[in-house]
């Protein structure tokens, strides 16, 4: 792959007309802005991340992760960049030294696809297809569409977000540009290579559009004619999956010390760990200049040290291993790869993110109603796409917006429809919804 082909401003659904531009943005900075101002990106402030929607204490939501994420995207896309730019002069003046824009755009977009309750959303509509009600429907389901069912993924539902036409809207759905699309896609295959982690980029009605992309780009096309398809990354995917590992594993601590599920002194131990002893000593010596004394504070400044750590290892990393990436040759993440100090240093946050935070009792609780919820809409919704004659089909169909194509004739678009409107749900609207048609919860007039 060559930098020069891979960075374009090419946009989907609009490749032929080009229209009038009245300021100075890039088309890449157009991108950041539609997503900013879209409904779907401010619904994330109703997502879930990690804990329960914030009570007493705040913490971490997608639209909150997502800004942040952004941010230490641009800082690594324009790292990059300008080491880059040293060793390819003739990268100077083009489109290349845009690529922090386009990392930062990607990564507000990143999480977009995430259905309500986060990877419990997921699970219950997997879940649903797998063993639940949905089994009946195989025989009526192409093998394809099966699979992506089966193996439901919000990175997936992101780049159809971005992309798929929806009922009444132009083709290409946000009309972005092919770089930003191809850096969103963490895995570039289909639902039939998802293998045991269940992971893939596009669904079957999304496939054509990623083929378009991915080889309007120069990307390295990995299976034969005839297979699924299947490429190798687009290699700013990688800095895109660094600014969201680093984000969420750090913060991550943070919240849990906000939450009193870690303590200060292991939590201190966790951020510190990232750096050998000198470099200790200077963070608390600069604790200790700077007057901080609150313990939420000093973990605060921690963090950031941690994040900057993080950051420019990850940049460093990818210059060092850009041939690699190039030929698509480059295994792993990032961060396996830094050096083995930080790199046991986040392995070893992980580890305890798991045992103590992931597996918290406020986590737990949160999936298992957001398991149940998910499951129950699931049931409910897609009986109306099944048998839109029934009467109660009826009516519930009249709650999808005119967005979602319910009422096509088509058995696969319907099905479809049901797992656009709930996967767009909130966690707010996906309870409120549950307890309507439970009987739960009625309308106050």
Same mark, same amino acid.
């Not at 992971?199 to 999304?206: A, D, Q, T, V």
């Not at 004394?293 to 420019?312: F, H, P, Q, W």
């Given at each position: 792959?060559?930098?020069?082909q ?5 946009r989907?659904?609009q ?18 802005d ?11 402030q109703?997502?879930?991340?990690v804990f329960?929607?914030p ?14 994420v952004a941010s ?7 790292d ?7 060793h390819?002069p003739e990268l ?5 030294e845009e690529?922090?824009?386009i990392?930062s ?20 509509i997997q879940?649903?297809f797998? @063993?639940?009600?949905? =089994?009946?429907?195989q025989? %009526? #389901?192409?093998? +394809?569409?099966?699979? /992506? ?6 990175n997936a539902?992101?780049f159809r ?11 290409g759905?946000?009309v ?6 191809a850096?969103?896609v963490k895995?570039p ?8 982690k ?6 079957c ?5 990623f083929?378009?992309i991915?080889d309007?780009l ?8 005839g297979?699924p ?5 687009h290699p700013?995917v990688?800095l895109?999956?660094a ?5 969420y ?5 943070e ?5 009193r599920?870690?303590?200060?002194d292991e939590?201190?131990k966790?951020?510190?760990g990232?750096?050998? @002893?000198?470099?200790? =000593?200077?963070?608390?010596? %600069? #604790?200790?200049? +700077?007057?901080i004394? /609150? ?9 950031a040290c941690?994040?900057?750590l993080?950051?420019s290892?990850?940049?460093r990393?990818?210059?060092e ?8 040759e480059?295994?792993?993440?990032l961060?396996d790869?830094?050096?083995?100090l930080?790199?046991?240093a986040y392995k070893?946050?992980?580890?305890v993110s798991f045992?103590?935070i992931?597996?918290?009792k406020?986590?737990?609780d ?8 998910m ?6 919704l897609?009986e109306?796409?099944?048998?839109p004659e029934?009467?109660h089909s ?8 005119n967005?979602?194509?319910i009422?096509?004739n ?5 099905i479809m429809a049901?797992i656009d409107?709930i996967?767009g749900?909130?966690d707010?609207f996906a309870?409120?919804i549950?307890?309507k048609?439970?009987?739960i919860?009625l309308?106050?007039?």
């Amino acid at each position: 792959m060559n930098w020069q082909q891979l960075i374009s401003n090419k946009r989907l659904g609009q490749e032929v007309r080009h229209p009038e531009r009245h300021d100075d943005r890039s088309e890449f900075k157009r991108d950041y802005d539609r997503l900013i101002f879209s409904a779907p990106f401010r619904r994330m402030q109703n997502k879930t991340q990690v804990f329960p929607l914030p009570g007493s204490i705040f913490v971490h939501n997608r639209l909150t992760h997502s800004l942040e994420v952004a941010s230490v995207g641009m800082s690594l896309g324009n790292d990059v960049a300008r080491v880059l730019k040293q060793h390819h002069p003739e990268l100077a003046g083009t489109l290349f030294e845009e690529i922090g824009t386009i990392v930062s755009t990607a990564c507000l977009a990143h999480d977009m696809g995430n259905p309500p309750f986060g990877h419990s959303g997921e699970k219950a509509i997997q879940a649903y297809f797998r @063993e639940g009600g949905g =089994q009946a429907l195989q025989e %009526r #389901i192409s093998n +394809e569409f099966w699979n /992506d069912l089966t193996h439901f993924e919000g990175n997936a539902n992101t780049f159809r977000l971005l992309t798929h036409r929806f009922h009444g809207r132009r083709e290409g759905g946000f009309v972005m540009t092919y770089s930003t699309l191809a850096s969103i896609v963490k895995y570039p295959h289909s639902s039939l290579y998802a293998g045991k982690k269940g992971k893939f980029g596009f669904f079957c009605f999304e496939e054509e559009y990623f083929r378009r992309i991915a080889d309007e780009l120069g990307m390295i096309r990995l299976s034969a004619d005839g297979e699924p398809l299947r490429y190798a990354r687009h290699p700013l995917v990688y800095l895109v999956e660094a600014a969201d590992d680093i984000c969420y594993e750090i913060m991550d601590i943070e919240d849990a010390h906000k939450l009193r599920i870690l303590s200060f002194d292991e939590t201190m131990k966790l951020l510190l760990g990232f750096f050998d @002893e000198a470099h200790r =000593q200077k963070i608390m010596q %600069r #604790i200790t200049d +700077e007057g901080i004394t /609150d313990n939420n504070e000093k973990v605060v400044y921690m963090r950031a040290c941690a994040i900057g750590l993080l950051e420019s290892e990850c940049a460093r990393t990818f210059v060092e291993n850009e041939q690699a990436i190039l030929d698509g040759e480059f295994v792993g993440s990032l961060i396996d790869h830094v050096s083995p100090l930080v790199r046991d240093a986040y392995k070893h946050c992980t580890n305890v993110s798991f045992e103590r935070i992931y597996n918290s009792k406020p986590v737990l609780d949160v999936e298992l109603s957001g398991y149940k919820i998910m499951e129950t809409l699931m049931e409910t919704l897609t009986e109306a796409a099944v048998s839109p004659e029934k009467f109660h089909s009826e009516q519930l169909r009249k709650r999808f917006s005119n967005q979602y194509d319910i009422n096509s004739n088509d058995f696969e678009t319907r099905i479809m429809a049901v797992i656009d409107f709930i996967s767009g749900m909130t966690d707010i609207f996906a309870l409120d919804i549950y307890q309507k048609i439970q009987g739960i919860s009625l309308p106050i007039v």
